[in-house]
C-alpha cells in the first residue's frame, strides 16, 4: 500500500473518529457534570498519551524539559485542555449537541481572525467573505432558523460554544511558535494543564463517580478524541505528499456527526441545522482554498 493511500486512510479514521465525539460529550453528561468530564477525561487522555510515548521510547526525550519548555507547555495546558474543555463541555450541558457541534467548527474562522493582532498576518477579501458566510450560519443555527425573531434559546450556550472557538484558536497560534514534537507537546500540555484542572474541579464540583458509563464516556473521549484520533490525523499529515490532498476530509466531520447524533443521542435534526451547517463549513472552505491548516475542529 502506497504512503498516499495509508494517509487517505489514517486521515479518514481520524474524521470518523472525531464524528462520534460530539455524541459522547452529550451521552457522558448524563452521567456526569462538565467538570468531572473535564477531570477524569483529561487523566486518561495523559495517561493514554504517556503510553504510547513510553512505547515509543520517547519519554526520555521530554523529561526533564527546560525551565522555558515547561513554563511554554503550562501556559499552553492552561489554554488546553483546562479551559478548552470547561467552556466547550459547559457549553454542550447547556445545549442539543447538533447546535454545539456547528458553532464550536467555526473555531478555523476565529484562528483567522486572531491571526491578524497576533501573528500580523493579513486577510484578504475572500477571508472576511468567508467569514461572514459562516456566521451566518450560526445565526441560522442558533436561531433554529426563526432569523426574524432573532430567539436563542440559550444565550450562555451560545456564547460559550462560540467562547471555546476562540480558546482553541489561541491554542492553535501559540502552538505555531513551538517547534516541538506535536505528541510530545501535546502530552507536556496535558500534564501541566491536569492541576489547573483538578482545582477547577475541586471548587466548582467534587471527585465521584456515581454510575460508571459516566467514567466509560470520558475515558473514551480521552482515549478517542484527544489520543487516537489526533495521533491517526497526525500519521496522515506525516505520509501525505500534498496536506491539501487530505485537509479537506475534514469537512466530512460535522455532516456524519448529525448522523451520530440522531442515532444515539436522540435529537431531531433541524432542517436549520443543516442549512447552518453547510453555511458553516462553505464559509471555512472558501477561507481555506490554498491555505495549509492544523487538525480539524471537535
Same mark, same amino acid.
Not at 515509543?56 to 515547561?70: T, Y
Not at 442539543?96 to 491578524?116: C, E, G, H, R
Not at 484558536?169 to 484542572?197: C, I, M, Q, S
Given at each position: 500500500?502506497?504512503?498516499?493511500? =495509508?494517509?487517505?486512510?489514517?486521515?479518514?479514521?481520524?474524521?470518523?473518529?472525531?464524528?462520534?465525539?460530539?455524541?459522547?460529550?452529550?451521552?457522558?453528561?448524563?452521567? $456526569?457534570?462538565?467538570?468531572? $468530564?473535564?477531570?477524569? #477525561?483529561?487523566?486518561?487522555?495523559?495517561?493514554?498519551?504517556?503510553?504510547?510515548?513510553? *512505547?515509543?521510547?520517547?519519554?526520555?526525550?521530554?523529561?526533564?524539559?527546560?525551565?522555558?519548555?515547561?513554563? =511554554?507547555?503550562?501556559?499552553?495546558?492552561?489554554?488546553?485542555?483546562?479551559?478548552?474543555?470547561?467552556?466547550?463541555?459547559?457549553?454542550?450541558? $447547556?445545549?442539543?449537541?447538533?447546535?454545539?457541534?456547528?458553532?464550536?467548527?467555526?473555531?478555523?474562522?476565529?484562528?483567522?481572525?486572531?491571526?491578524?493582532?497576533?501573528? =500580523?498576518?493579513?486577510?484578504?477579501?475572500?477571508?472576511?467573505?468567508?467569514?461572514?458566510?459562516?456566521?451566518?450560519?450560526? &445565526?441560522?443555527? +442558533?436561531?433554529?432558523?426563526?432569523?426574524?425573531?432573532? #430567539?436563542?434559546?440559550?444565550?450562555?450556550?451560545? +456564547?460559550?460554544?462560540? /467562547?471555546?472557538?476562540?480558546?482553541?484558536?489561541?491554542?492553535? &497560534?501559540?502552538?505555531? =511558535?513551538?517547534?516541538?514534537?506535536?505528541?510530545?507537546?501535546?502530552?507536556?500540555?496535558?500534564?501541566?494543564?491536569?492541576?489547573?484542572?483538578?482545582?477547577?474541579?475541586?471548587?466548582?464540583?467534587?471527585?465521584?463517580?456515581?454510575?460508571?458509563?459516566?467514567?466509560?464516556?470520558?475515558?473514551?473521549?480521552? &482515549?478517542?478524541?484527544?489520543?487516537? *484520533?489526533?495521533?491517526?490525523?497526525?500519521?496522515?499529515?506525516?505520509?501525505?505528499?500534498?496536506?491539501?490532498?487530505? #485537509?479537506?476530509?475534514?469537512?466530512?466531520?460535522?455532516?456524519?456527526? $448529525?448522523?451520530?447524533?440522531?442515532?444515539?443521542? /436522540?435529537?431531531?435534526?433541524?432542517?436549520?441545522?443543516?442549512?447552518?451547517?453547510?453555511?458553516?463549513?462553505? /464559509?471555512?472552505?472558501?477561507?481555506?482554498?490554498?491555505?495549509?491548516?492544523?487538525?480539524? *475542529?471537535?
Amino acid at each position: 500500500m502506497s504512503d498516499q493511500r =495509508k494517509a487517505y486512510l489514517h486521515a479518514l479514521a481520524a474524521v470518523l473518529l472525531w464524528s462520534t465525539v460530539a455524541s459522547a460529550f452529550k451521552l457522558s453528561l448524563r452521567y $456526569l457534570d462538565y467538570a468531572q $468530564l473535564l477531570l477524569y #477525561s483529561s487523566i486518561v487522555a495523559t495517561l493514554f498519551l504517556g503510553v504510547v510515548l513510553a *512505547a515509543r521510547g520517547r519519554l526520555r526525550r521530554i523529561f526533564p524539559c527546560s525551565r522555558r519548555e515547561c513554563l =511554554k507547555s503550562a501556559g499552553l495546558g492552561f489554554l488546553n485542555p483546562f479551559l478548552y474543555y470547561a467552556v466547550l463541555f459547559k457549553a454542550y450541558d $447547556l445545549l442539543p449537541a447538533q447546535v454545539a457541534q456547528p458553532l464550536n467548527y467555526t473555531w478555523a474562522i476565529a484562528l483567522v481572525l486572531l491571526s491578524i493582532p497576533i501573528l =500580523k498576518q493579513r486577510i484578504g477579501a475572500r477571508d472576511i467573505a468567508g467569514g461572514l458566510v459562516s456566521y451566518v450560519g450560526v &445565526v441560522v443555527i +442558533s436561531t433554529r432558523g426563526d432569523l426574524l425573531s432573532f #430567539s436563542v434559546a440559550s444565550p450562555l450556550g451560545v +456564547s460559550l460554544a462560540l /467562547g471555546s472557538t476562540v480558546v482553541w484558536a489561541l491554542y492553535w &497560534v501559540y502552538n505555531t =511558535k513551538d517547534d516541538r514534537d506535536p505528541a510530545e507537546r501535546l502530552f507536556l500540555n496535558f500534564v501541566f494543564g491536569l492541576p489547573f484542572v483538578l482545582i477547577y474541579t475541586l471548587v466548582f464540583s467534587d471527585i465521584r463517580v456515581e454510575n460508571l458509563l459516566g467514567f466509560a464516556g470520558a475515558a473514551y473521549v480521552g &482515549v478517542v478524541e484527544i489520543g487516537v *484520533a489526533f495521533l491517526l490525523w497526525l500519521s496522515a499529515l506525516r505520509l501525505s505528499k500534498n496536506t491539501a490532498k487530505i #485537509s479537506y476530509l475534514i469537512f466530512i466531520s460535522p455532516f456524519v456527526s $448529525l448522523f451520530f447524533i440522531r442515532a444515539f443521542v /436522540g435529537e431531531e435534526i433541524l432542517t436549520a441545522t443543516v442549512v447552518g451547517l453547510v453555511l458553516v463549513v462553505a /464559509g471555512i472552505a472558501l477561507q481555506r482554498v490554498g491555505r495549509k491548516n492544523p487538525r480539524g *475542529a471537535q
